[in-house]
């Protein structure tokens, strides 16, 4: 870019400006007003997951370019190739397993998921895994060796994923009051919105 526009001038810009404070948009400066700009057309290119009609050029100076159709890979290329060969097997079961539509699938935040993941105990993974696909050793799951599917705590029910939220005994509900309020300590930390406010 500096070798095409010789008049160009470059400033560092600190990013999320807009996460830290409550500065009116109108007294931001100008390069601030575009860095916000930019982050929010990328998320919102991300949430529609859009596809590139057709390649970009190489860039200037590589020796070689890998693309994985029409999209160009630069960086974290060892994460890119996994994504790539592991990906599509993974979308396909996930929309089998949980009965749901393609653009579904794509328009959740894999990335994040993965990187929450990443912070977790091993067990913690393993059991979030699980949560997420419905593979939870509950009632369900063990009718089919035979066994009782009633919940154990309330007796009233089958014990479904759904039902762990909603069983009335009074130990399922203090579990789940004291989960709720470990997320809000961790979520709404650093936030200026409070994302369980209605809870």
């Not at 109108?26 to 590139?52: F, H, Q, S, Y």
């Not at 939220?165 to 809000?184: F, G, N, Q, V």
Request: with cysteine; glycine share 6%.
């Amino acid at each position: 870019m500096a070798i095409e526009f010789d008049n160009l001038s470059f400033a560092w810009v600190k990013g999320h400006q807009d996460d830290d404070d409550n500065t009116p948009e109108k007294d931001r400066p100008l390069e601030v007003r575009m860095n916000i700009a930019c982050d929010l057309a990328a998320k919102e290119c991300m949430r529609k997951c859009t596809e590139p009609t057709q390649r970009a050029r190489p860039l200037g100076g590589a020796i070689a370019t890998l693309y994985f159709g029409n999209n160009m890979v630069t960086t974290n290329m060892k994460e890119q190739i996994q994504y790539a060969a592991q990906v599509p097997k993974m979308k396909k079961y996930i929309k089998s397993r949980l009965k749901c539509k393609e653009h579904i699938v794509d328009e959740i935040n894999w990335a994040a998921i993965g990187r929450a993941k990443g912070r977790q105990k091993l067990h913690q993974s393993i059991r979030t895994s699980k949560m997420m696909y419905g593979w939870l050793n509950i009632g369900v799951q063990k009718k089919y060796m035979g066994q009782d599917d009633t919940c154990p705590c309330c007796g009233n029910a089958k014990e479904t994923q759904i039902h762990l939220y909603r069983c009335p005994h009074k130990d399922m509900r203090d579990t789940l009051r004291s989960s709720i309020a470990e997320a809000k300590s961790k979520m709404v930390k650093g936030q200026r919105q409070n994302p369980f406010q209605n809870i």
